[in-house]
């Protein structure tokens, strides 16, 4: 057992966990598979968490953290590739801790909790919030609101289907995702006049 | 205190508790309100329910028996027609069971637990299913698969915000789904190929 700082430390049961997430279904997971993973003692481990409930919420607000990060549009582009880039970046995150993603986001999933249900919340809003100000929008129609979030929805149920089929390759993914955000953007113009152009 | 078939004794309770929720938020009604509403004993109530959480799950699947019943497109018109009818009906239903759907189905919500999700689910599974008969539709793409589950994710996303803010007329609203699952095909359909008309 290496000496290591508080923060470190913690950082390291948070990755040994998205580590044995990607073998065992997360609700499974035991304390004692997190401190044989990272050689460390059970008294240890609840110095930092109280169970695996708090462990998941930590290591849901990592991925989150991490999809923030990647997502936030780089400027400079035309929004079209900024947003493209953005599903890319949000595809390789929920990619690399897919077992993870899915058990957080499964309807009904043991480790879906009102906490987690929170913190998916505040992604969602997020990625509305980046859509509306790239699109230079700032006061959405109620029809352009709920196209932002119908969109989002569309996005998160595809990446759920995607991982658990493998059915579409990931580009071909990527690029129907955003011809869709433009269909629908398109759609809704026409019935309310409100526009987002993503160009 | 009437004398009533086990049955219909039921039915009634179910009846008094989707009323309650008309002005009480659900995570709040109790037993006492219920048998006060429908004057019956504590005793009687739990003869046919063990508590609270299982007249809850007994009130959705009502809502959802009668939304299920009305949203069964009626034969004969066009595709289109009947896509109409059966998005109006299921607003009929939800604007009548307002809040009840509302607590249902809103994330981290008390009353929505493993079971009331997976009759959610279920009426989720019945729509598409539904599309893919009427729209003839027997072996769906994926991206058409994601189209249809997205299309009704925004459904559902649109009715809560709807039921909330209250900012579209509800004729508008109907006419903007039906529209954005047209947009929605259309782009899929310049995908992959796949085909479902609505006409």
């Known amino acids: 057992m290496r000496r290591m700082s508080p923060?470190?430390?913690?950082?390291?049961?948070?990755?040994?966990?998205?580590?044995?997430?990607?073998?065992?279904?997360?609700?499974?997971v035991t304390v004692d598979d997190v401190t044989g993973a990272a050689d460390v003692s059970r008294a240890l481990f609840y110095r930092?968490?109280?169970?695996?409930?708090?462990?998941?919420?930590?290591a849901l607000s990592t991925i989150v953290a991490e999809m923030v990060d990647r997502i936030s549009l780089p400027a400079g582009e035309s929004v079209a590739d900024q947003l493209r880039s953005a599903v890319e970046a949000?595809?390789?995150?929920?990619?690399?801790?897919?077992?993870?993603?899915?058990?957080?986001?499964?309807?009904?999933?043991v480790i879906s909790t009102d906490q987690t249900d929170a913190i998916v919340d505040g992604v969602r809003?997020?990625?509305?919030t980046l859509l509306r100000e790239r699109g230079g929008i700032t006061d959405p129609s109620p029809l352009m609101a709920m196209t932002l979030r119908g969109w989002v929805a569309l996005v998160e149920g595809a990446s759920l289907t995607w991982l658990q089929e493998q059915k579409v390759?990931?580009?071909?993914?990527?690029?129907?995702?955003?011809?869709?955000?433009?269909?629908?953007?398109?759609?809704?113009?026409?019935?309310?006049?409100?526009?987002?152009?993503?160009?």
Chains 1, 2 share one sequence.
């Open 7 to 28: 923060e470190r430390r913690r950082e390291q049961l948070i990755e040994v966990a998205l580590e044995i997430y990607g073998r065992v279904p997360p609700e499974q």
């Open 48 to 58: 930092y968490f109280r169970g695996m409930d708090e462990l998941h919420v930590a």
């Open 90 to 109: 949000f595809f390789g995150v929920v990619e690399r801790h897919a077992e993870a993603y899915v058990a957080l986001l499964r309807s009904g999933s």
């Open 125 to 128: 809003d997020h990625i509305v």
């Open 169 to 199: 390759p990931r580009d071909e993914l990527v690029a129907w995702l955003c011809d869709q955000l433009a269909a629908m953007l398109a759609m809704t113009s026409h019935h309310d006049g409100s526009e987002l152009v993503l160009e």
